[in-house]
């Protein structure tokens, strides 16, 4: 059975951090693309971050460069996203997802699977 299960969400104040992790079984996890997305209140949803597990490129929004962080380890099925400097603007539910053929990273209909999601919030 596939599984894509995000956490480490939570309440943080502006300027703070997270790391969101996310833990994928169930298929070759070194054949996949996991990426990083996020669904405001009232916006679309939007790519965040992503990361080749093949070859380890990744990507980043113009929204979180120098801020967010992707990273993975593959021992532990793992893909984790470190954010820092949070801002109000980042508040969103952020979900996980994993795709075996992505050429556009932040186009969601690349992905096969994804998780349920976890909430960021940042505010004062």
């Known amino acids: 059975e596939v599984q894509v299960v995000e956490s480490g969400g939570g309440f943080v104040q502006p300027g703070g951090s997270l790391r969101l992790s996310c833990a994928a079984s169930g298929f070759t996890f070194d054949d996949y693309a996991i990426g990083w997305f996020r669904q405001a209140p009232g916006k679309e949803r939007e790519g965040v971050s992503c990361?080749?597990?093949?070859?380890?490129?990744?990507y980043y929004a113009d929204s979180v460069k120098g801020r967010f962080t992707i990273s993975t380890d593959n021992a532990k099925n793992t893909v984790y996203l470190q954010m820092n400097s949070l801002k109000p603007e980042d508040t969103a539910v952020y979900y996980c997802a994993a795709g075996v053929s992505v050429v556009v990273p932040y186009y969601e209909y690349e992905y096969d699977y994804w998780g349920q999601g976890t909430q960021v919030t940042v505010s004062s």
């Open positions: 990361i080749s597990n093949s070859d380890g490129s990744t």
